[in-house]
C-alpha cells in the first residue's frame, strides 16, 4: 500500500519536474523554462537526478572505487577505524559533510605504493561481494588516486587540476536544505546526537557508497517526530523542540 | 397529446438516434473545431506557464474562474427542474428535464475542468484530495477551495446516478427498437428492464429517494462556490448575500440554458408535440423570477456596501460602475436586469425566437457577472498603490471557447444516442392503448 | 565559463543547490561532486566568509560562498551602515554574461602582450600626446594615473557628466579650496536645498540619508524642516515639508535674495556684504513666481536656526551654475554653517574638471585613454566624439566597449571591484582599502594593473621617471613600492599605505596596521578642522530663461548618469515616483498633461533645436506647467544585453550651452517642444495609483504632536487609522474565531519609519540579491508582473507647495490572523511557531486563492519559471529555492538567515538568538542606509523593534481588518496638521486600532 502511495507521489513529482534543460539561447536577456508535455521516447526520467528518491539499495558506479571498509572498518576486521569525520570533515560544522580534496587522500597515500598494495587484493575486495571491484576503466582505486594526482610517488602536492567527478550517490531535491552539522553535533553525552550510520548505514562494513535510506520526507519526519536524541539534548524543552523541528521550514527555504 | 398513441411518441422520440442529420452534423464538427482551439491553448499553457494567459497580478484569477462559476451555475437548473419540481410534481417538468439533465451533467464535467486549467502545477491539483501519503501531509480542511473540491465531485456522481436511473425505462424502449449490437447495448444499460410492476414499483422509489438527495445539492453546491469568494476579505467578494445571491443566479443561468438548447431542439427534431410552447412559458416566467430575485441581490450589495460605512468595500463598488470595467458592469446590468424584463409580455414569453435571444443575452449578462465580481474586486483591492486594469488575452478567450466546444460535442452526442425527452414520462400522459382501439383499427 | 569548471570549485551546494526547484532536471545523469584538489584555506563549504571592501564608492562587506561573491553587506565597521543599491548591483557587473573576457583591440579578442605592446608602441611614438579622460579617481589609482601620464608628460582630465566640478569650482572661488565641500545635515533643523538630489544621486548620498535620519529623529530636539527650492520635486524632494516651485533658471536669484535676507538679519561682512550689496529681493522671489513673505519666513528660520543649505544639481545647474552654487556657499557662510554643517575640502574626489576644460585637455591626443566613462554617451548631443576620433588612439578601460568610440579602439577590462585591488577616500576622514573578495573569472587587469604592466614594457619604461615617495623598509618583509617598479597594483597601494602609515607616527608595526585595514575596511585619517574666509567673489552672470517649455534633466535614482544601466537589478527594480522600469520617461504636470491631451499610457515627443527623443509620458503632481523634465540614465545604443536599446538618450537635446564661470555643461536652459508621440507608452507603471483616496495606509502625524509626546504616549496614539470594524462594545477577543496563534520563542516583527525612509530602493535591491528574485524584464512587467519582494508604494497626499509624498516599503505583513493561511487548500503557507507566515514553495500547488486574499497584495507568482544567463547563476544565493513556474513566493523575513543565526547560537548552547543580532538580519534591513528598518523579537519587550513598536507613532497597515501584522511602521511626520483620517476619509467611528497584538 505504502508503496504505491510513494510511487503515486513520485508520478506527480516526475510530471512536475520534466522541465526542459537549454529552453533558451545564450544571449537571451530573460531565459524562461519550459515544460515537456510529451517527453522524448528513451528520455531517462526515472532514475535521474533526485527522481530516484524513495529507491533505497541505489548504487552509482564510481569513478574511484574508493573501500570504505579498509579505512573506517573496525580494526579487528581489518579496517583502521577512521572517524567518518576524519575525511568528511565539515560535517560538524557545516551543512555540507564535505568530500575531500584529492591533496586529503595524498597527503597519506605519497607514502603508499600501489605496486606493493596491489598484491594484497583485500584492498580492492567489496567484503559484501567478496569480489575485487575495479572502475570503468579496470583500475584499482590506488591507481586511480594516482592518476587525479597526478604527483610523483613521494611529492607531496597533488599537480593534476582536474577533480575527481564523484557520482552523488545522496541526493537531496534541491528545495530541501539539509544540514549536516544540526545533526551530527555532539550531544549532551558527548555522543553525536545522530550517528552517520543511522542515516548512511553501516558505510564501514562497505565498499563504494550505497543509500540505504529512502530519503523521502516521510522518512525524515518519522526521526524528527521521534529520534530519542530530542528528549535527551532538550529535557523539558523537548516538547517544543519536537514541535519547530515538524515546521517546514526546518528544511524547506 | 390526445391523438398520440404509445408507439408513436417512441418512433417520435428515437427518430434522432437513426435519422443522421446535416444540421447535426456541422454542429458536432463545429464543437470539435472549438475544443480543439481550447486544448491548443492550455497546452501552450501546460509548457510556458501560467504567464501566457492575461494575468496581471494582483488580479490573479481571471476568465478561468469566471468560466468555472458560470458552467456549475448552468448545471444548477438542470437539477432543479428534474429534482425539485419533480418533488411538486410540476408537470410541465416531463418534456424538458432529460434534456436539461444532461445539460447538468455536461456543464458540471466543463466546470470541473476550470479549476484544473487555472492551477498553476496542475499536475499536483491531486494534492488537493485527502488520501494518506509518505509525507504525513494533507489538504487543509479551512479552505473553501477543498470544500469546492467535494462540493463539485458529490455533485457530478449524485446528478449522474440520478441521470442514469431516469434513462433506464427509456433505454430498454431504445432497445425494442434498434436492431443488430446497438440491441446488446441498450439491453446492456437499461439492467434488463422489462416494465413489469414490480420494477416500476422500485423504480420510482429510487427515483424519488434520489431526486431528494439532489435537492439540497442545488442550493448547497452553488453555496460553496460562492464561499470562495464570500470567505475572503477581499472588498467586493467579503459578504454574506453570496449563497443565495449565488444560487439565484445560477437557476437563472440555468433556465437561460435550457431554453438556448431545446429551441433548436424542438424544431431541429419535430418535436412540437412534446415540447410545447406551455413547456417554454414556464421556463420564461423561472427566468423572470430568479432574474428578479438576481437584480434584488445587486441592489442589496450595493445598500449593504454603503450602509457598512466601509471606504474599501464602498471603493470597489464605486469603481464597478464608474471605472475601468464600467463597460463589463452596464453589460451585466443591461443584460441580466433590463431585457429579461421583456418576458413580462406574453408575446415575448410565447415567442420562441424572441425567448430564443433572450436566452442568449442572459447566459452572455450571467458570464460577465462572474466577470464583474472576479475582475473588479482583484483590480481594486485595498492597496491603490497595486490597482491594474487586467484584460483577458487570446489564450483565455481561446480556453473559453474550448470549454463551449466541450460541452455542446458532449451534448449533441447524447442526443445523438439517447433519448433525449423522457419516453416514460410523455407516455404518462398519453392515454392508454385500449382493446377497443384495436378493434376500431 | 568551461575555464571554472577547471577552477578548483566546489560545486555541491555551490551550483546544483542554486539551481533550485527547476533543476529537478531529469535529462541530466546522477548530479557530480567535484571536492577540491587542494582545499584552500578560509573556505569551508557551505559556510559563507565576509571580506571588507569598497565597491561603488560604499565600504562594504562581500558574502563568499565557496570563492563566489553572492551578496553585498553593509559594513558593520562604519557607523552609517546601509548599502547603495549600485554597491549591492556591483555583483551583478561581475557576473555580467556579456562583459569583455580580455582585451580586445579594434572589436578582436587580442592577448594583454598584444594589446599593451600596441599601446606602447602609439605611446612612444609620442609620449607628450598621451591624454587621459576619466571619471574621478582617488587614492592610489589616481596617483598612478597622474604619475603615469605627467611622466610621458601629456594630460589627465577628470570629468563625469553629473559630476561635481560646478560645485568644485565655485569653492575654489569662495575659499580657494581644492575639494568640493561636504554637507553634514546631522545637526541641522533647516535643510534647504537648491536641485540637489542630496538623498539619491548627488555626492556622498550614503552619508547624507544617514544624516538625514539623524536630523529627523526626535532624538535630535527638533525635528528637522526640509525646504526644496527648485522646479521639479525629485526622489529628494519628494521628502520635502515644503516646495517653492522656481521658474526654471531663477535659482541663483532666490540663492542670493535668500542670503541677502539672512545677511540683513545675522549681519555680514567683506566679501559676502559686497556680494550681497546690490541684490534686489523683491526683484527676484517675482521672477522665480515665489511670494516674497515665504522667502522672509525661510531667512528668519536660516537665520536663527542650525541650517544647511545644499547647492543645485544637474536639474538646476544653468549658463550661471557656478553663480548658483556661489550664493549657496555664501548663504551658508552669512548663515553661519560653515566649518559645522558645510565642511571646506569635505569632499576630496581628485582632480576635477568641467567638461570645456576636460575637452580643451583631451583635443589633440595621440594616444587617448578613456577610464570608466561612456563620454560620447554622456556629452551633450554626443559631442565629444569628434574630440575623440580625433585621438590616433584610443584606449578605453571599462568591461564594455562605450558608445561611439572610433575604429581600431583597444578595449582593456578591468573586471569588476570585487575582482581587484585599490583604495579609494570616502568623504575627509576615511580611506577605504578595496581587496577583492573572489579570484577574477576572465582574463582582466585592474586599472592600476594595467598601467604598471604598460609602464614596464620595454618601449615606456625609459619615458618614465620611475616614482618619487620615498619608501620605507616594509616591516613585514612583502615586497611593496610606489613606484613604477611595483611587482603589482596590490603591493603598490601597500607602498602608499605603509607611507601613510610611516606619517601618521604610528608606532605599531604597518603589517598589523594593513591586517586591521583589511578587516576593517580601511583606516580613519586625521582631520584638521576646516573654518574658511569668503574671498572677493566675481559679480554673478545673467541666467539664461526660457521662453515655453523648458527642459529638465535628473539622473536615475538607480542608473545615475547611466553608468549603472547594464545592471539588471536597477533597472528592473521601479523608480521609486514614476514606478517606471527599462526606460526613459518625461514628466509633466497634470495642465500639461489636458493641453496635450496625454497620459501616462502615451508617449511624448520631445524636440530641441539639436535633436528630438520619445519617452515615455509620467503625469506628476510635483512639475510645473512651463517645463518637462526627462531621465537620463537609459538610451543605450551599444552596450550589454540589460542597457542595449532600453529608452532615450535625453543628452541629444541638449545644445552647445555652457556655465559661464567653470564651462561645464549647462544641463538646464534648453527650449524643447513637446507634442504627444506617436507610440504608445510601453513602460509599466508599477506603482499602481498615486493617491490612496484616504485610505490610511501610509499615515502622518503633526511634528508639533510628536515633539510634544511624552515617553509613555499610548502606542499608536499619532497614527489614527478608521477605527472599522472594530466597534468598541464588542469586547476586542471576540473579534477572532480562530485562537490567538502560539508563539512561544520568538514572533519575529519589523518596524520601518516613513519618515527617515527616502524610498532610495536599497532593501529591494538587497531583497533580490539574497533571495533569488527573478528577473521578469519589461515584458512581464508590463502586465505588471514585477518579483520583488517589496513594493514601494508613492503616494501623493499634499497640494501646491507641500508635497508630501509618502514612501510605503510593503512586503509580506507576516500577519497573526493571516488572511492567506486559512484560503491555501494544501497548507503550502502556515503560521509558524516564531510569528512567521511560512511559504513552501515546493507544496504550491499555484491556485492563488492567498494572493487574492492578501490585503496587502504582497504576493508573488511565477507565471513563467524565471531563469538567469548562465553566468547569473553563480550571483544566486545557495541556501535560497529557486522558484519553478506556477509557485506563489513572498518575503519570508530571509528565513534562510533566521534559521543561519538559530543554528549557529544552538550550535554555541545558546537556545534564544539575542536582539543585537536579529536587530539588522534580514537583507532589507541591514541595507537601508536610513536605518529606517528595524528587525526583531516582538515576544521580547526589551528588544529595539518592540520599543519602536510601541511608540505613539507606530500602526499597523490596514489594522482595521484585524489581521495582527508583525510589521510595525512608522508614522511620517508632517510639518502641516494632516487631514484626520475619520474626516477626511470620512468614514468610519472615530477610535483607532493600533493595540491589537
Known amino acids: 500500500m505504502k508503496i504505491i502511495l510513494i510511487l503515486i507521489g513520485l508520478g506527480g513529482a516526475l510530471l512536475g519536474c520534466q522541465m526542459d534543460p537549454e529552453p533558451y539561447t545564450a544571449d537571451e536577456a530573460f531565459p524562461k523554462g519550459q515544460h515537456i508535455l510529451f517527453p522524448p521516447a528513451g528520455a531517462d526520467h526515472v532514475t535521474a537526478g533526485h527522481t530516484t528518491l524513495g529507491d533505497p539499495d541505489y548504487i552509482e558506479e564510481q569513478p574511484l572505487m574508493f573501500n570504505h571498509a579498509i579505512h573506517s572498518g573496525a580494526v579487528e576486521d581489518g579496517g583502521m577505524g577512521m572517524e567518518c569525520t576524519y575525511c568528511h570533515s565539515t560535517a560538524r560544522h557545516s551543512a555540507s559533510a564535505g568530500i575531500p580534496s584529492t591533496q586529503g587522500c595524498w597527503n597519506c597515500h605519497k607514502q603508499i605504493n600501489p605496486a606493493l598494495s596491489m598484491n594484497d587484493d583485500r584492498n580492492w575486495t567489496n567484503p559484501e561481494t567478496g569480489e575485487v571491484e575495479r572502475n570503468a576503466s579496470g583500475k584499482g582505486a590506488l591507481e586511480t588516486l594516482d592518476e587525479y594526482c597526478g604527483a610523483e610517488m613521494g611529492t607531496p602536492t597533488c599537480v593534476n587540476e582536474d577533480p575527481i567527478p564523484w557520482n552523488r550517490v545522496h541526493d537531496l531535491p534541491d528545495f530541501s536544505h539539509f544540514n549536516h552539522s544540526m545533526h551530527v553535533r555532539l550531544g549532551a553525552d558527548g555522543e553525536p546526537r545522530v550517528e552517520c550510520q543511522e542515516c548512511h548505514g553501516a558505510m564501514q562494513e562497505k565498499m563504494v557508497a550505497e543509500r540505504v535510506s529512502s530519503l523521502l520526507m516521510g522518512w525524515c519526519l518519522e526521526c524528527h517526530q521521534d529520534h530519542p536524541s530530542v528528549d535527551e539534548n532538550y529535557g523539558t524543552q523537548s516538547e517544543l523542540r519536537r514541535a519547530e523541528l515538524k515546521d517546514c521550514y526546518t528544511c524547506h527555504k | ?441 | 565559463m568551461s575555464k571554472m569548471n577547471r577552477r578548483d570549485f566546489f560545486r555541491v551546494v555551490g551550483v546544483s543547490g542554486t539551481a533550485g526547484l527547476v533543476a529537478c532536471d531529469p535529462k541530466s545523469p546522477a548530479e557530480q561532486l567535484y571536492p577540491y584538489v587542494i582545499d584552500p584555506e578560509e573556505i569551508t563549504p557551505g559556510l559563507p566568509t565576509y571580506y571588507a571592501t569598497v565597491v561603488e564608492g560604499c565600504s562594504v562587506l562581500a558574502k563568499v560562498r565557496e570563492g563566489r561573491v553572492v551578496h553585498i553587506e553593509s559594513n558593520p565597521n562604519r557607523e552609517n551602515a546601509g548599502v547603495s543599491p549600485a554597491a549591492q548591483a556591483s555583483v551583478q557587473e561581475t557576473y555580467d554574461p556579456d562583459r569583455a573576457q580580455g582585451p580586445q583591440v579594434g572589436g578582436a579578442a587580442a592577448s594583454w602582450d598584444e594589446a599593451l605592446g600596441t599601446i606602447a608602441a602609439a605611446v612612444a611614438a609620442n609620449p607628450a600626446g598621451t591624454r587621459w579622460l576619466g571619471r574621478y579617481r582617488t587614492g592610489s589609482l589616481q596617483a598612478l594615473i597622474s604619475g603615469f601620464v605627467s611622466g610621458l608628460g601629456g594630460q589627465n582630465a577628470h570629468w563625469e557628466p553629473h559630476g561635481h566640478s560646478v560645485l568644485a569650482n565655485a569653492a575654489k572661488i569662495a575659499w580657494g579650496s581644492s575639494a568640493p565641500p561636504a554637507f553634514d545635515m546631522s545637526g541641522a533643523e533647516v535643510i534647504v536645498s537648491f536641485g540637489a538630489d542630496f538623498l539619491h544621486t548627488w555626492s556622498d548620498s550614503g552619508n547624507h540619508c544617514a544624516g538625514w535620519a539623524q536630523a529627523r529623529s526626535k532624538d535630535n530636539g527638533h525635528i528637522a524642516h526640509f525646504t526644496a527650492i527648485e522646479p521639479r520635486v525629485s526622489n529628494t524632494s519628494a521628502k520635502a515639508d515644503t516646495w517653492l516651485s522656481t521658474r526654471p533658471g531663477t535659482e541663483a536669484g532666490v540663492a542670493r535674495a535668500l542670503a541677502k535676507l539672512v545677511a540683513d538679519e545675522k549681519g555680514s561682512t567683506g566679501a559676502a556684504k559686497a556680494y550681497l550689496a546690490g541684490v534686489d529681493v523683491a526683484a527676484a522671489a517675482s521672477a522665480a513666481g515665489i511670494p516674497e513673505e515665504k522667502l522672509k519666513a525661510l531667512a528668519s528660520a536660516i537665520a536663527s536656526k542650525p541650517s544647511v543649505v545644499f547647492p543645485g544639481g544637474v536639474t538646476t545647474y544653468g549658463s550661471d551654475a557656478t553663480d548658483l552654487a556661489l550664493a549657496v556657499l555664501v548663504l551658508n557662510q552669512v548663515a553661519g554653517n560653515v566649518g559645522t554643517s558645510v565642511l571646506p575640502d569635505g569632499n576630496p574626489l581628485g582632480p576635477i574638471h568641467s567638461y570645456t576644460e576636460a575637452m580643451d585637455a583631451v583635443g589633440g591626443a595621440e594616444v587617448l585613454f578613456i577610464d570608466g566613462l561612456d563620454p560620447v554617451f554622456s556629452s551633450p548631443s554626443g559631442a565629444a566624439q569628434e574630440v575623440i576620433a580625433a585621438a590616433k588612439l584610443v584606449v578605453v578601460f571599462g568591461n564594455s566597449m562605450p558608445e561611439g568610440m572610433p575604429e581600431g579602439t583597444i578595449l582593456l577590462p578591468p573586471g569588476s571591484e570585487l575582482e581587484t585591488w585599490g583604495d579609494h577616500q570616502l568623504g575627509h576622514s576615511f580611506m577605504a582599502l578595496q581587496q577583492p573578495a573572489m579570484k577574477p573569472l576572465y582574463n582582466t587587469r585592474s586599472v592600476g594593473d594595467a598601467l604598471l604592466s604598460l609602464s614596464k614594457h620595454s618601449q615606456i619604461a625609459p619615458l618614465l621617471a620611475n616614482g618619487t615617495e620615498a619608501v620605507p623598509t616594509d616591516d613585514d618583509g612583502g615586497s611593496s613600492t610606489t613606484d613604477f617598479a611595483a611587482a603589482d597594483f596590490q603591493s603598490f597601494i601597500k607602498g602608499r599605505w605603509n607611507n601613510m602609515h610611516v606619517a601618521s607616527g604610528d608606532v605599531a608595526p604597518f603589517s598589523s596596521a594593513w591586517v586591521q585595514a583589511l578587516r576593517v575596511g580601511g583606516i580613519n585619517l586625521a582631520t584638521t578642522p576646516v573654518s574658511a574666509e569668503l574671498k572677493a567673489l566675481p559679480a554673478p552672470g545673467a541666467a539664461t530663461l526660457v521662453d515655453g517649455t523648458t527642459l529638465l534633466l535628473f539622473s536615475h535614482q538607480n542608473l545615475l548618469d547611466g553608468r549603472h544601466a547594464n545592471k539588471a537589478w536597477l533597472q528592473e527594480i521601479p523608480e521609486t515616483l514614476s514606478g517606471y522600469t527599462w526606460g526613459t520617461w518625461a514628466e509633466i504636470s497634470p495642465a500639461t498633461a489636458d493641453r496635450l491631451g496625454v497620459s501616462n499610457k502615451h508617449t511624448l515627443t520631445i524636440k530641441s533645436a539639436s535633436g528630438s527623443i520619445e519617452a515615455g509620458v509620467s503625469v506628476s503632481k510635483g512639475m510645473r506647467d512651463d517645463a518637462v523634465a526627462v531621465v537620463v540614465g537609459n538610451g543605450h545604443k551599444t552596450g550589454n544585453r540589460y542597457s542595449k536599446d532600453y529608452g532615450a538618450n535625453p543628452a541629444v537635446l541638449v545644445n552647445g550651452l555652457r556655465d559661464a564661470k567653470s564651462g561645464e555643461v549647462a544641463w538646464l536652459g534648453t527650449s524643447v517642444e513637446i507634442a504627444k508621440g506617436a507610440a504608445d507608452n510601453i513602460m509599466s507603471k508599477l506603482n499602481g495609483h498615486t493617491d490612496q483616496d484616504g485610505r490610511p495606509l501610509a499615515r502622518a502625524s503633526y511634528v508639533k504632536d510628536v515633539e510634544e509626546a511624552g515617553p509613555d504616549a499610548e502606542t499608536g496614539s499619532l497614527a489614527p487609522g478608521l477605527g472599522i470594524p472594530l466597534d468598541p462594545r464588542i469586547p476586542e477577543d471576540s473579534y477572532d474565531m480562530y485562537p490567538e496563534p502560539e508563539h512561544p520563542t520568538y514572533r519575529f516583527g519589523m518596524s520601518i519609519d516613513l519618515d527617515s525612509c527616502t524610498g532610495c530602493t536599497s532593501c529591494q535591491v538587497a531583497c533580490a540579491s539574497e533571495n533569488n528574485i527573478a528577473i521578469a524584464g519589461p515584458e512581464q512587467h508590463r502586465k505588471s508582473r514585477y518579483m520583488g519582494w517589496i513594493r514601494m508604494d508613492a503616494f501623493w497626499e499634499g497640494e501646491g507647495d507641500n508635497p508630501d509624498v509618502r514612501f510605503l516599503p510593503v512586503m509580506c505583513q507576516q500577519c497573526s490572523h493571516a488572511p492567506c493561511e486559512g484560503v491555501c487548500p494544501v497548507l503550502a503557507t502556515y503560521h509558524n511557531l516564531d510569528g512567521l507566515n511560512a511559504m513552501i514553495y515546493n507544496r504550491c500547488v499555484g491556485t492563488r486563492y492567498c494572493a487574492n486574499n492578501c490585503p496587502y497584495s504582497a504576493r508573488r507568482f511565477n507565471y513563467h519559471t524565471f531563469r538567469w544567463p548562465e553566468s547569473y547563476n553563480l550571483m544566486l544565493n545557495p541556501d535560497v529555492s529557486t522558484r519553478e513556474m506556477g509557485v506563489m513566493e513572498k518575503c519570508t523575513f530571509c528565513i534562510q538567515r533566521i534559521r543561519y543565526a538559530k543554528a549557529n547560537h544552538r550550535a554555541n548552547g545558546i537556545d534564544v538568538v539575542p536582539n543585537d543580532v536579529l536587530e539588522s538580519l534580514p537583507a532589507c534591513v541591514s541595507a537601508c542606509p536610513t536605518g529606517a528598518m528595524t528587525f526583531g523579537n516582538l515576544k521580547d519587550e526589551n528588544a529595539t523593534v518592540s520599543k519602536i513598536a510601541s511608540g505613539p507613532r507606530a500602526y499597523q497597515m490596514l489594522d482595521a481588518l484585524n489581521t495582527k501584522p508583525g510589521v510595525r511602521y512608522l508614522t511620517k511626520v508632517v510639518h502641516t496638521k494632516p487631514v484626520d483620517p475619520h474626516h477626511g476619509g470620512g468614514h468610519g467611528d472615530d477610535h483607532s486600532s493600533n493595540d491589537n497584538h
Open chain 2, 1 to 441: 397529446m390526445s391523438n398520440l398513441t404509445y408507439g408513436q411518441v417512441t418512433k417520435d422520440i428515437i427518430r434522432p438516434l437513426f435519422k443522421p442529420s446535416l444540421l447535426h452534423g456541422l454542429a458536432l464538427v463545429t464543437a470539435i473545431a472549438c475544443l480543439s482551439v481550447g486544448a491548443y491553448c492550455w497546452k501552450l499553457q501546460l509548457e510556458q506557464g501560467l504567464g501566457v494567459a492575461g494575468y496581471e497580478p494582483p488580479v490573479m484569477w481571471g476568465v478561468y474562474i469566471t468560466t468555472f462559476v458560470f458552467w456549475v451555475g448552468i448545471g444548477h437548473a438542470g437539477t432543479l427542474i428534474s429534482a425539485i419540481l419533480f418533488l411538486f410534481r410540476a408537470r410541465w417538468r416531463t418534456g424538458v428535464y432529460r434534456a436539461s439533465e444532461a445539460m447538468t451533467i455536461f456543464a458540471v464535467l466543463t466546470a470541473g475542468l476550470f479549476p484544473i486549467l487555472h492551477a498553476g502545477r496542475c499536475w499536483y491539483a491531486y494534492w488537493l484530495f485527502p488520501y494518506p501519503n509518505q509525507r504525513q501531509l494533507w489538504p487543509n480542511f479551512k479552505s473553501p477551495l477543498v470544500w469546492d473540491v467535494f462540493a463539485i465531485s458529490t455533485y457530478l456522481t449524485i446528478s449522474a446516478i440520478f441521470f442514469y436511473i431516469g434513462l433506464i425505462p427509456d433505454m430498454a424502449a431504445t432497445r425494442d427498437k434498434v436492431k443488430g449490437f446497438g440491441k446488446r447495448v441498450y439491453g446492456a444499460l437499461c439492467l434488463g428492464w422489462r416494465g413489469t410492476d414490480n420494477q416500476w414499483r422500485h423504480y420510482m422509489a429510487a427515483y424519488g429517494f434520489f431526486a431528494a438527495l439532489c435537492t439540497p445539492l442545488v442550493i448547497s453546491v452553488h453555496s460553496v462556490v460562492s464561499w470562495d469568494f464570500a470567505m475572503s476579505s477581499t472588498p467586493g467578494w467579503h459578504s454574506t448575500i453570496f449563497p443565495p445571491y449565488f444560487v439565484a443566479g445560477a437557476i437563472f443561468s440555468g433556465c437561460a440554458m435550457v431554453l438556448t438548447l431545446l429551441i433548436p431542439m424542438r424544431s431541429l427534431f419535430k418535436w412540437e408535440d412534446y415540447l410545447t410552447i406551455w413547456h417554454f412559458e414556464r421556463l420564461a416566467q423561472l427566468c423572470l423570477l430568479t432574474g428578479a430575485i438576481l437584480t434584488y441581490a445587486y441592489a442589496t450589495e450595493y445598500f449593504i456596501a454603503w450602509y457598512s460605512d466601509n471606504p474599501y468595500e464602498w471603493g470597489t463598488f464605486i469603481y464597478r460602475p464608474t471605472g475601468d470595467y464600467a463597460w463589463a458592469f452596464w453589460l451585466m446590468v443591461s443584460c441580466n436586469c433590463i431585457f429579461p424584463l421583456a418576458l413580462w409580455f406574453k408575446k415575448v414569453r410565447t415567442s420562441l425566437k424572441w425567448l430564443f435571444i433572450i436566452s442568449l443575452i442572459i447566459n452572455v449578462g450571467m458570464w460577465f457577472e462572474r466577470f464583474n465580481i472576479i475582475a473588479t474586486s482583484l483590480a481594486h483591492m485595498f492597496d491603490p498603490g497595486a490597482w491594474v486594469y487586467y484584460l483577458p488575452n487570446r489564450i483565455e478567450m481561446g480556453i473559453l471557447v474550448g470549454s463551449f466546444g466541450w460541452f455542446f460535442m458532449w451534448f449533441l452526442l447524447f442526443v445523438k444516442v439517447m433519448p433525449s425527452v423522457a419516453i416514460a414520462e410523455i407516455k404518462e400522459g398519453v392515454r392508454p392503448p385500449l382493446k377497443a382501439d384495436e378493434v376500431t383499427t
